[in-house]
């Protein structure tokens, strides 16, 4: 049996780190759901936070502003798994990046409620967007996908059965039989020892289909 059957008939656990901001995080977790469908895995989402990541770091004012309203968006999913558990993160994630990457709202204070009301959650949670009661909680989440991988990297971040790698980065998102072949070589490749980069130039943005 060839390690690529094993990896489409072997059920595996694997965990996906999002920032709701990242539209390359989005294009991933779009590929994620279609692995989901022709591969036995079963996958937990959880944060990382770029603007965490970009803590100190000199960047352009512009991105910098976006790092700084980022804060809003996770600390409000984190607020909601504290109170209504896990199960909710996927359903708001998708209802943030719907708006924020679909719809075009760049306004991350305007996503937030809409994303609460659609998923049934309180929209009181979304004071959270504006402290800081949940950021340690939120940091460690973000530093378990970071000590994974590295600080090199941003999001997403993906881990199965003890192995992690950034990405994969593709646009569009794979789908059916095509989306599983992606995933047994992201597992063969980050599995193998030594193994660090493949990468190539983007020349496309996200296509969001």
Request: proline share 7%.
């Amino acid at each position: 049996m060839s390690a690529a059957t094993d990896l489409s008939t072997t059920r595996s656990a694997a965990e996906f780190w999002f920032d709701p901001l990242c539209p390359w995080a989005w294009m991933t977790s779009r590929w994620m759901m279609e692995v989901e469908k022709v591969r036995p895995v079963d996958v937990t989402w959880s944060v990382m936070s770029l603007s965490v990541l970009n803590e100190g770091r000199d960047l352009p004012e512009e991105y910098r502003a976006m790092m700084e309203k980022g804060w809003g968006p996770v600390r409000v999913i984190m607020a909601a798994r504290r109170e209504h558990g896990v199960e909710v993160t996927k359903p708001l994630y998708d209802a943030m990046g719907t708006r924020i990457h679909l719809g075009g709202e760049k306004d991350f204070a305007k996503v937030i409620v809409p994303a609460l009301e659609e998923v049934g959650l309180p929209v009181e949670l979304a004071q959270y967007a504006e402290k800081d009661d949940l950021d340690q909680e939120l940091r460690a989440s973000h530093q378990r996908a970071i000590d994974l991988v590295g600080d090199d990297v941003g999001t997403p971040v993906v881990a199965v059965n003890g192995e992690a790698f950034f990405g994969p980065v593709v646009t569009p998102a794979p789908k059916g039989e095509a989306a599983g072949r992606l995933w047994d070589g992201c597992v063969l490749v980050a599995g193998t020892p030594g193994f660090y980069e493949l990468k190539r130039s983007r020349t496309v943005g996200p296509i969001f289909d």
